[in-house]
């Protein structure tokens, strides 16, 4: 569906992540300052603390205590109706010309001098395996080639209940982590530092009302449920994995790391870019049957730093390659019974496309180590090596409606003796 162009008195540039088409939500603080909530516009970030304690917020007249927070979480609690309510007292603000923001200047805050927080407090923490294109790389690579897809992938979203202690906020620093490997041809494993450090492009969404235990969540009615999405890198140490996770699943081999943009875009705001998924064969069973568009047209792209900050793109995706949509994967996940919580997070899986440039992992870029990719600096990577930052950012963009998430990074630093 397509929305009229609305235009902001804050100037921006046109490929501006943060139009007011967007206004994501984050958790900002100003030189060691308390942590509050504000919404990002152009190179400006709103403290909506600031604004509700000017009794701006006429329409959704939200305390202004729920802006002084570490964390979303209180606002995403309050609820569809009121958080819609509050978009458009934003959006009224940010696009009159005779709005009373305009008198509050300090309640416009340079992007450039904010530190960015963990916008939520994860409570609980899944991650998908939604690609049909990455989970046939991956099958053509460890399995049979003519069967890489096992059994039920195209019946069932495949996911794992993960960790939640180590979801980090983008640009916080990574150790590379220790562990068990076995070496080629090896009948005993060794332990020590991962030499297979993969980044794996994601998306994630966020839970923002929660479910009694016992309840199902229907696939029409999953988007009740999703208050936003952020970008996703989920870091996988690939020589650790392969070695222990038959017959559990991954363990000691994800649960080290996973970054996520500090920014939480609202479901609300990818409307204009709805497209519909590929067609699912064989057909789903019933409480896995969506209607309408809910798949989303979002470009995603992979860098790679090195140490002097020269940056290679090794990767240009889209989210809408999704073989299993989000609704799908949260209808699926509660069919059991199994609750939900504000502040959960689900990760997409990796996004690979039908392209190699398309593929969201260095296991499917490099093929497993055997075709290294070439850097700017005339180097070549496998995996990520120490000192590495990966960068990954994502954006929808139509009809002159831009809407984009920022960036994720994190540079790995060596593994601590």
């Known amino acids: 569906m397509a929305k009229h162009v609305l235009k902001s008195w804050i100037k921006y540039q046109e490929d501006c992540d943060f139009s007011i088409h967007n206004l994501p939500y984050g958790v900002f603080s100003v030189n060691d300052g308390p942590k509050k909530i504000g919404v990002a516009i152009g190179d ?13 917020l006429t329409k959704s007249n939200i305390p202004k205590t729920i802006f002084k927070n570490s964390f979303l979480n209180p606002l995403m609690a309050l609820g569809k109706g009121k958080n819609a309510e509050l978009r458009q007292d934003i959006t009224k603000l940010l696009s009159s010309r005779i709005s009373k923001l305009r008198e509050l ?19 609980d923490y899944t991650d998908f395996y939604s690609s049909k294109e990455h989970a046939t790389n991956v099958g053509k690579m460890f399995r049979d080639p003519k069967n890489a897809l096992l059994p039920n992938w195209r019946h069932i979203p495949v996911g794992y209940h993960g960790r939640a202690s180590s979801i980090i906020v983008s640009g916080t620093p990574i150790r590379r982590p220790k562990g068990q490997q076995i070496p080629a041809n090896a009948k005993k494993p060794i332990y020590g530092p991962c030499k297979l450090l993969d980044f794996e492009l994601e998306t994630g969404f966020i839970i923002g009302r929660s479910t009694e235990l016992g309840s199902s969540i229907k696939c029409n009615k999953a988007e009740d449920y999703i208050f936003g999405m952020v970008l996703l890198n989920d870091w996988s140490a690939r020589d650790i994995q392969k070695w222990e996770y038959v017959p559990l699943g991954p363990f000691l ?13 609202p479901l609300e705001a990818l409307d204009p870019f709805r497209v519909a998924g590929p067609k699912q064969v064989p057909a789903v069973l019933p409480y896995l ?3 309408g568009k809910k798949n989303f047209d979002i470009n995603l792209e992979v860098a790679i730093k090195n140490k002097s900050a020269q940056e290679t793109i090794v990767c240009q995706s889209n989210f809408k390659y999704m073989y299993w949509n989000m609704s799908q994967q949260l209808a699926h996940h509660t069919v059991n019974g199994c609750n939900v919580n504000v502040g959960d997070l689900y990760g997409s899986g990796t996004i690979s496309g039908k392209s190699k440039r398309s593929y ?8 497993k180590g055997t075709k290294p990719l070439k850097m700017i600096d005339g180097t070549t990577r496998k995996f990520i090596q120490d000192y590495d930052t990966v960068v990954m950012r994502g954006f929808a963009e139509k009809r002159g409606i831009r809407v984009g998430f920022g960036e994720v990074s994190g540079q790995i630093l060596p593994a601590l003796k």
């Open 105 to 123: 200047p300090k309640a416009l805050i340079p992007i450039e001098n904010v530190e960015m927080h963990l916008p939520v407090k994860v409570t």
């Open 289 to 291: 049957k969506s209607r």
């Open 253 to 265: 081999g994800k649960n080290f790391a996973s970054s996520i943009s500090p920014w939480v875009v």
């Open 44 to 56: 400006y970030v709103v403290d909506l603390f600031a604004v509700a304690s000017k009794g701006l």
């Open 360 to 367: 969201g992992s260095m296991l499917e870029l490099s093929w």
